[in-house]
């Protein structure tokens, strides 16, 4: 087997065939033997993006805990290949190469793929991205099976609260498609404000929601659950947005629970058409030809407030290039009034919707000083146009 090409086909049956908590392990086999690489790992961040956990998943790589060692992920150049996409080759002093590979998915950056190879030609580093594809994939497949990541992601202690809030979310927080990309952020208050984001791709169709539950700690988490909830099981039902938030309103008045703000959209992935639905929330902000501006939306009342207007349904038309931004009013909270927020938008706007979303969260998170007084949380929409087509990122080398 030494020296042959990667056979992707070999490494899915045999990831097919092991335990979901070993199937990573399958990668690293096959990485030895056809490659002989050495010193072997995946790394993944944690869940508040300021530590990677790694795996040590073959012969020579460190290890501690058990398997597990925590590197601090600003500065480092796992960062630099999360945030490029691009491969990372580096001479390792004793002969071999350094090599690191993104790990993503559809646009999720699960984590990278690091290990040590011998200074063989350039061929087997062009066979390292379709390994960390193949990684990817199995790793998106297997983690529904296991709380090994889930347990790895949490390197500081989770309440109850802040583990109902992450189990709301989307299990991937990036998605790209031909004519969009979408990625989404969401820091957390110290007591759980009860924020939320959500997409879902149809045929036709892309869904985005952003809420905020007013509240705190478990009481908010709640009602986050019985709003997404709702929202949810209308989608899924096929009801157009209007009665989405209607369901979601008549479900937080029924139960008493308390009100939450929040806004609805679908953009018709044929025509960049979007129908909108303001309950009370922010609005959204537009970044077109370099220019950022406020989007004019009518509010309505929040979900649970009782009035006897209906939901209406808005409008808006993106053009190809655009970017559409998301937020609740923890990212304009008084504590975060010193960021200017368009103007990082204008400012980040060459950079791919994950990178902006962990600049304006991060920009808010220092100014309060990594104390939220609540939920910061944004949702980026890229929107490429009804005809691209092809892939947005290519991992290379540098």
């Known amino acids: 087997m030494d020296g042959e090409d990667l056979r992707l086909g070999d490494v899915l049956a045999e990831a097919a065939s092991a335990s979901p908590v070993e199937s990573v392990d399958v990668v ?15 790394l993944f961040a944690d869940l508040i993006g300021e530590t990677l956990v790694r795996l040590a998943i073959a012969d020579g790589a460190e290890a501690e805990e058990e398997g597990i060692t925590r590197i601090n992920l600003r500065g480092s150049v796992y960062e630099k290949v999360l945030r490029s996409q691009r491969l990372h080759v580096e001479p390792d002093g004793e002969g071999g190469r350094r090599v690191v590979a993104p790990v993503t998915n559809r646009g999720d950056c699960i984590g990278v793929l690091e290990m040590t190879l011998p200074d063989t030609d350039d061929s087997v580093l062009r066979q390292v991205p379709e390994a960390a594809r193949a990684l990817a994939y199995i790793i ?3 983690r ?5 990541y889930h347990c790895g992601r949490r390197t500081t202690p989770t309440s109850l609260a802040a583990e109902i809030q992450h189990n709301l979310l989307p299990s991937a927080s990036s998605c790209e498609a031909a004519q969009f990309s979408v990625a989404g952020g969401l820091v957390p208050a110290d007591d759980i404000g009860g924020d939320t984001y959500d997409y879902a791709l149809d045929r036709d169709t ?11 700690d478990t009481e908010s988490a709640l009602l ?23 369901r979601a309103h008549r479900a937080l008045l029924a139960h008493d629970s308390g009100i939450a703000t929040g806004q609805l959209l679908r953009i018709g992935l044929d025509s960049g058409r979007v129908r909108l639905v303001n309950a009370g929330h922010p609005r959204p902000f537009l970044l077109r030809d370099g220019a950022v501006e ?13 009035s006897p207007r209906p939901y209406r349904t808005q409008w ?20 975060a009034a010193g960021v200017d927020l368009p103007g990082l938008i204008r400012d980040t706007g060459r950079l791919h919707a994950r990178e902006t979303v962990t600049a304006l969260v991060g920009a808010v998170r220092t100014a309060c000083r990594d104390r939220l007084p609540d939920d910061a949380t944004v949702l980026c929409l890229d929107w490429h146009g009804a005809d691209a087509t092809g892939p947005r990122n290519t991992p290379r080398p540098e």
């Open 316 to 335: 808006l038309d993106l053009r190809a290039g655009d970017r559409l931004v998301l937020l609740t009013d923890g990212m304009q909270d008084r504590a």
């Open 144 to 148: 529904r099976f296991t709380d090994l």
């Open 206 to 216: 892309l869904h985005l929601s952003i809420t905020d539950a007013m509240g705190h």
């Open 224 to 246: 986050a659950t019985l709003l997404l909830g709702a929202l949810r099981g209308a989608r899924r039902a096929g009801c157009d947005i209007v009665e989405q938030a209607d």
């Open 294 to 306: 406020e989007v004019r939306l009518s509010v309505n009342l929040p979900f649970g407030v009782p």
């Open 140 to 142: 998106v497949t297997d």
């Open 28 to 42: 690293a086999r096959h990485l030895q033997k056809r490659f002989h690489a050495v010193c072997v790992s995946f």
